[in-house]
T-cell receptor, first 114, second 113 residues
């Protein structure tokens, strides 16, 4: 039982390049989330998926797209990377998506955009 | 909209000393409050959570937190800190559709031997 896994662990991009961050969970959770973590700002929600087939914007969605490929996988895409997107990205999942649910986090992807 | 403030960016304590990390929240209704810990290079792990009932909640690793509605606070405490507690700690409030968590900026704890 690996929990929440993310690939890659590290990535360096040039401005304007695109990439997809992958996330998978093996806990049969319904809801999945993408956050970015910047120093002094905690984690901010980019997008979430309450259940398979649905996605919604979070606090900072601009410049990102997401795909809930199936119940297990939730990917985050940067179509044209910008230096402001340099951050650590965390994927999380929760069983039902309710406000009292515990979210389980992956180990993160450290992205640098030059 | 909800917000969370962690006033202390860095805290250093000696091993064996007590610890209190502060968290203040702003939310119009009954808050759902969480404390997470992030060890270096790792994802976040839930320490404890508060929804209702007893205002003193116990968590893992010997941590506890007290909800004080009158002060809009949810401070995290531990009676005796171990070197392995060195990490970054995040307070969060859950609200709205999709269990959106709003995080504070985090407090980095360093433990002196």
């Amino acid at each position: 039982n690996a929990g929440v896994t993310q690939t890659p662990k590290f990535q360096v991009l040039k401005t304007g390049q695109s990439m997809t961050l992958q996330c998978a969970q093996d806990m049969n959770h319904n809801s999945m989330y993408w956050y970015r973590q910047d120093p002094g700002m905690g984690l901010r929600l980019i997008y979430y998926s309450a259940s398979e087939g649905t996605t919604d914007k979070g606090e900072v969605p601009n410049g990102y797209n997401v795909s809930r490929l199936n119940k297990r996988e939730f990917s985050l895409r940067l179509e044209s990377a910008a230096p402001s997107q340099t951050s650590v990205y965390f994927c999380a999942s929760s069983e039902l998506g309710g406000v009292t649910d515990t979210q389980y986090f992956g180990p993160g992807t450290r992205l640098t955009v030059l | 909209a909800q917000s969370v403030t962690q006033p202390d960016i860095h805290i250093t304590v000696s091993e064996g000393a007590s610890l209190e990390l502060r968290c203040n929240y702003s939310y119009g209704a009954t808050p759902y409050l969480f404390w997470y810990v992030q060890s270096p290079g790792q994802g976040l792990q839930l320490l404890l959570k508060y929804f209702s009932g007893d205002t003193l909640v116990q968590g893992i690793k010997g941590f506890e937190a007290e909800f004080k509605r009158s002060q809009s606070s949810f401070n995290l405490r531990k009676p005796s800190v171990h070197w392995s507690d060195a990490a970054e700690y995040f307070c969060a409030v859950g609200a709205g559709a999709g269990n959106m968590l709003t995080f504070g900026g985090g407090t980095r704890l360093m433990v002196k031997p």
